[in-house]
């Protein structure tokens, strides 16, 4: 049952390549794994191998209530992968406005899907504040918030500290202790991009839960439509993803899986 969001205050930081790389290397931890994309860009399922054709997702039919289990996505990788469905902008507001009048729209299917004791459930929400954002926070277990190694993230450090990245007032005081920040780009041999990376190291102490490195393996990956951890195994990149894994591992007991959990239909 354990809700693992990945989100960004701004977007181009990675985000959704993270949060693939990572349910990837949760998978081969030995987790069951169901990845969820909740941003309109719909990107999640390329990192799968989800064929461009194919825009059906589990948000774009939110609206009309479906059942959930019957989108699910089975991928090589064995992670399992809800898309978010291909949408128009009069389609992604028109999404938004139906999640701020009726938040359960969202919440109860998403209640059902960690009803499984034995699942971690990984989500991909959009860059910024968003309905599904605000509807997701609550049921987390951790929110990983990217950030890229540069002077612009460094100074994005205080609204992570006060909680404002999650929302206002008491909202963004309650659920402050559940983030964790991971730095993405860092570039060693880049004297502004290591200068940005020891500025946010510094201040976020224990809720720095990794950083991953620079390397032109991931865009390949992508490129590919494949994972990093299938691509080039023994990069530093790979190690990063998996370090990044393990920090969520022992901050997420393992459930033992009850027999026969098994679904999915695609």
Do not use: Y
């Not at 948000?59 to 019957?70: A, H, I, N, Q, V």
């Amino acid at each position: 049952m354990p809700l693992i969001c990945f989100a960004s205050p701004k977007g181009g930081v990675g985000k959704t390549t993270l949060a693939a790389n990572v349910a990837d290397a949760l998978r081969r931890q030995g987790r069951r794994v169901l990845v969820m994309d909740f941003d309109p860009q719909n990107t999640l399922r390329l990192h799968f191998g989800v064929s461009l054709s194919d825009t059906a997702g589990f948000m774009t039919e939110l609206p009309k209530r479906p059942d959930w289990r019957t989108l699910v996505r089975q991928t090589p990788s064995g992670v399992m992968l809800l898309p978010h469905g291909g949408i128009d902008i009069r389609g992604a507001l028109g999404l938004a406005h139906s999640l701020e009048r009726d938040p359960e729209l969202l919440a109860a299917p998403l209640r059902a899907i960690l009803s499984d004791p034995g699942l971690v459930v990984v989500a991909d929400t959009p860059p910024g504040a968003s309905h599904a954002l605000a509807i997701l926070v609550p049921m987390a277990t951790m929110v990983c918030a990217v950030l890229l190694s540069d002077a612009t993230s460094a100074a994005l450090v205080p609204d992570i500290e006060n909680g404002r990245f999650l929302g206002q007032g008491t909202t963004a005081a309650l659920f402050a202790g559940r983030l964790r920040v991971i730095l993405n780009g860092v570039d060693p041999n880049a004297r502004l991009s290591r200068a940005a990376a020891e500025t946010v190291a510094r201040h976020l102490g224990p809720r720095l839960l990794g950083a991953v490195a620079r390397e032109e393996v991931v865009a390949e990956a992508l490129a590919a439509q494949r994972l990093v951890l299938d691509v080039a195994p023994d990069s530093q990149a790979a190690e990063d993803l998996r370090e990044i894994a393990r920090g969520i591992e022992a901050a997420v007991p393992a459930v033992p899986e009850p027999f026969g959990a098994s679904w999915g239909a695609r």
